[in-house]
């Protein structure tokens, strides 16, 4: 096949003399391992105005994070963050740890002059996620950026969806429908991982699985979440405690057992802003679901509808239609002027989970570069929690109708 100049362009390096962006990443695991991929990757793809250097990464384990530095392509390791944070040739710190430490750390890289990127969700309760909200408002009259990991808005078919919605094309809304599935807690051998333990976690499948429904319910629809009713339990209340550590969603058990203290799934019905109905259900006991997350929304004028497991398509109903004709239709999301397209393939050659990562760190290299806010700012980190915590509120409650507080609009 003859080479084409989408071709040439995938894999080449930034032009000589483009101004470096120095990132240190905390964490190294499976998000770290992801957001590496995306650092790595973004200069050689797009046009960037600042060149993405790895300059070192931070874990407790000496021996595991220089083999780590080493595997995703750092120039250095720590083994504090402080340390890192105090780094000069660190610009940005990507916080990719279990929830329980992203506030101490954003603040404190906030504070020190750094810009950051903090996986979702933002934080473990309100308080901390507002805290870290006002440490960013401080930072960007410094001229400083923050920026929550919600990389599913960076999935072509969903930025596109969100294009057709903001276009008016499906009119006003009606239903939200937002299914999250997994199934890698069904065997209850599996050891109780930092993500079964509240202290760490903040919560289970809801904040693991739910902030991403959330996040990318809001984000399609341009709409806030106003209020919810919700239910959660928790299946497997026992499990063997972890031997050794563990990796991303894997880990060996040990003989004695331990309480798991977060849910194992949560559903909820929702009302929108402007009254629209939304239905919420996030799991990790779904058996044969891998990493399912389905999206549809109905409205006056269509329907839109977006599944994870082919993320490169879009489902599109235009009510308009003729009815002898009308229907659903797929969309292959690959032309070049889809969003992110530009920089990848011929049409036709799908993207895959790990795209969506290069996407983030293109555009928050470009907010960096310009000064302004990126999306999904903290503000939208804390609009999640605050729809998390109404749902933890409301199960508490037997599935009390729980408002949203302090909820600005979207």
Sequence with gaps: MRETEQEAAAGRPAPPGTPRLGVGMVGYAFMGAAHSQGWRTAGRVFDLPLQPQLAAVCGRDPEAVRTAAAKLGWDAAETDWRALIARDDVQLVDICTPGDSHAEIAVAALE????????????????????????????????????????????????????????????????????????????????LTWRLRKESAGSGALGDLGAHAVDLAQYLTGEAVAGVSALTETF?????????????????????????????????????????????????????????LQVELNGELGSLAFDLERLNELSFHDQSEPAATS????????????????????????????????????????????????????????????????????????????????????
């Design 112 to 191: 020190a002059g750094k810009h950051v990127l903090c996986e979702k969700p933002l934080a473990n309760t309100v308080e901390e996620a507002e805290a870290m909200v006002a440490a960013a408002e401080r930072a960007a009259a410094r001229g400083q950026v923050a920026m929550v990991g919600f990389n599913y808005r960076r999935v072509p078919a969903a930025a596109y969806a969100r294009s057709l919605v903001a276009e008016g094309r499906l009119g006003r809304l009606r239903h939200v429908r937002v299914r999250y599935l997994q199934d890698w807690l069904v065997d209850p051998a599996f050891p």
């Design 236 to 292: 497997v209340k026992e499990r063997p405690l972890l031997a050794g550590s563990s990796s991303g969603l894997r880990g060996a058990g040990a003989t004695k057992t331990g309480p798991v203290t977060v849910d194992d799934a949560a559903v909820f019905t929702a009302r929108f802003a402007s009254g629209a109905l939304g239905t919420f259900e996030a799991t990790r006991f779904a058996t044969g679901r891998k990493n399912s």
């Design 327 to 410: 229907g659903f239709r797929r969309i292959l999301v690959t032309e070049p002027d889809h969003p992110y397209l530009e920089g990848w393939w011929p049409p036709g050659h799908g993207l895959g989970y790990d795209h969506t990562f290069v996407h983030q760190a293109r555009d928050l290299v470009h907010a960096v570069a310009a000064g302004t806010s990126p999306a999904p700012s903290f503000a939208d980190g804390l609009r999640v929690q605050r729809v998390l915590a109404a749902v933890e509120e409301s199960a508490a409650k037997n599935a009390v109708y729980t408002p949203v507080t302090d909820q600005e609009a979207t």
